[in-house]
Nanobody
Framework: QVQLVESGGGLVEPGGSLRLSCAAS????????MRWYRQAPGKERELVVR????????DYADSVKGRFTISRDNAKNMVYLQMNSLKPEDTGVYYC?????????WGQGTQVTVSS
């Protein structure tokens, strides 16, 4: 069955860095558009960044441009989110999402907390 498993979240001070990972299985990863979403307490889930199946094209939310970098390794069925210069407003649960044709799959999320 399809599985997306996020890891790498945690508590970090403002200005710090974290690297999230998402391990995918159960589908043709190299054909999927991959996305990272986040959801802050009391807020709606928002799209952070997406990457095309080839990895050649990425789209970032304005709030993370220049600080976050998405990448993927189609040989390992992995997608990553490098987060630098973290701010308290980056706090939330980060979700990995895979889209293949009309199907959308979600991971369970990983908590990121930015606080001093």
């Amino acid at each position: 069955q399809v599985q997306l498993v996020e890891s790498g979240g945690g508590l970090v001070e403002p200005g710090g860095s974290l690297r999230l990972s998402c391990a995918a299985s159960g589908f043709t990863f190299s054909s999927a558009i991959m996305r990272w979403y986040r959801q802050a307490p009391g807020k709606e889930r928002e799209l952070v960044v997406r990457i095309t199946s080839s990895g050649r094209t990425t789209d970032y939310a304005d709030s993370v441009k220049g600080r976050f970098t998405i990448s993927r390794d189609n040989a390992k069925n992995m997608v990553y989110l490098q987060m630098n210069s973290l701010k308290p407003e980056d706090t939330g649960v980060y979700y990995c999402n895979a889209v293949i044709t009309v199907y959308s799959y979600w991971g369970q999320g990983t908590q990121v907390t930015v606080s001093s």
